[in-house]
């Protein structure tokens, strides 16, 4: 069975920091990986979609890669702000397109 | 905007009653699918349909069917409702190019 993790489950970070989000996926045969921002109560905002053939997308201040040899993806937030706060999933979809989800990353900006 | 509509946003439900959820999309995705979340599990595939005129399941398919009424709409019923249903569904819809886009999730209860 696919299965995405990402780690920590949880993070409070003061304003203006950067900080890493880590996602690891078992099997390598990957399309895409995608990833997502939740606010409570809401439904999944899009954030960066990275291709299989990519390495790497970013979005402002955003910056995700994807390392299909080892089976981890990383997003990087610059000069993070209290609104960045929310809830960070990672998903990636095989051949048949079908998301798998990781458990998601709580992100807690103070300011 | 175009995007994924779902309807109804919230919902209360008596168990055993039935119920029908609406997603229709205007981006003109091939494929579009139903997920769930709960608190713990994530989120996870239910339904989903490659194209018009197919649909498969997913991991959670038990208690619900699905229709792909045309290339717009991909509908969830739940036939009997169950109060381990109770759970945020979500409409989402895909093309290979920009990824995943998602509905803003109906809150369905069932006592």
């Known amino acids: 069975k696919q299965e995405v993790t990402q780690i920590p489950a949880a993070l409070s970070v003061p304003e203006g920091e950067n900080l890493v989000l880590n996602c690891s996926f078992t099997?390598?045969?990957?399309?895409?990986l995608q990833w997502f921002r939740q606010d409570p109560g809401k439904g999944l905002t899009s954030l960066l979609l990275i291709q299989s053939s990519q390495r790497e997308q970013t979005s402002g201040r955003l910056n995700a890669s994807l390392d299909k040899s080892s089976g981890r993806s990383t997003l990087y937030i610059a000069a993070s702000q209290p609104g960045d706060s929310a809830t960070y999933l990672c998903?990636?979809?095989?051949?048949?397109?079908?998301?798998?989800f990781g458990s998601g990353t709580q992100l807690t900006v103070l300011p | 905007n175009a995007g994924v509509t779902q309807t109804p946003k919230f919902q209360v439900l008596k168990t055993g009653q039935s119920m029908t959820l609406q997603c229709a999309q205007d981006?003109?995705?091939?494929?579009m699918y139903w997920y769930r979340q709960d608190p713990g599990m994530g989120l996870r595939l239910i339904y989903y349909s490659a194209s018009e005129g197919t649909t498969d399941k997913g991991e959670v398919p038990n208690g619900y069917n699905v229709s792909r009424l045309n290339k717009r709409e991909f509908s969830l019923r739940l036939e009997s409702a169950a109060p381990s249903q109770t759970s945020v569904y979500f409409c989402?819809?895909?093309?290979?190019?920009?990824?995943?886009?998602f509905g803003s999730g109906t809150r369905l209860t069932v006592v």
């Open positions: 989402a819809s895909t093309t290979d190019y920009y990824g995943y886009t």
């Open positions: 998903a990636k979809s095989g051949s048949a397109r079908q998301l798998t």
């Open positions: 099997d390598s045969a990957i399309y895409n």
């Open positions: 981006m003109n995705h091939n494929s």
